[in-house]
């Protein structure tokens, strides 16, 4: 009954709306992987959320990529427990993650302050991944450094907080101004 007013607002047009969607997702998340599977719910959900994450509205208010990004993990950690050899199912969603949200959410990035706050939401979303993958980050680690050195440089033309972007991991990669 729930299912086809979710699909409605993981599929709207506005991004308050695509975030209510995703604030009621967890509710799916305690059907059992199987009949997640078995019905199709799983394949709807996945590619919905995917395509939340390859939206990039301008300026990212509200956050979409983030609430995107973290649901999309969650249901990863549902569909595709550690330990049952589906590992390779969750990579390649995590990767097209990645790809549509991170890159090229940083490749279309605005200039001026509209472009950084999308930077910081990429920002963000790279910290989420890192957190997901671990060392499997190492794939991105190129692109990810030269994200962060981009948002590090604009941090004092624009007022960006330092919390945001003094990663520990990342402080002691120059900066290529």
């Not at 509205?57 to 995107?68: F, M």
């Not at 990579?91 to 910081?120: D, F, P, R, T």
Request: proline share 8%; glycine share 6%; net charge neutral.
């Amino acid at each position: 009954m729930i299912l086809p007013p979710l699909l409605i607002l993981l599929d709207d047009y506005k991004s308050s709306y695509r975030i209510r969607g995703l604030q009621i997702l967890p509710a799916f998340l305690r059907i059992p992987p199987h009949v997640l599977h078995r019905t199709g719910i799983a394949q709807l959900l996945l590619r919905s959320i995917q395509h939340s994450i390859s939206l990039h509205p301008a300026p990212p208010e509200p956050p979409l990529l983030e609430a995107s990004l973290q649901r999309l993990i969650d249901l990863l950690h549902v569909l595709y427990p550690a330990g049952q050899g589906k590992e390779a199912e969750a990579a390649k969603q995590i990767e097209e993650a990645v790809e549509k949200g991170v890159i090229n959410g940083w490749a279309y990035a605005k200039s001026g302050q509209e472009g950084v706050e999308a930077l910081v939401s990429v920002a963000r979303a790279v910290e989420m991944v890192c957190r997901e993958v671990d060392l499997g980050v190492i794939r991105w680690m190129r692109v990810c450094l030269l994200l962060l050195n981009v948002v590090k440089a604009q941090r004092s033309k624009v007022g960006i907080p330092s919390c945001i972007v003094d990663i520990h991991p990342v402080s002691s990669v120059p900066s290529y101004d």
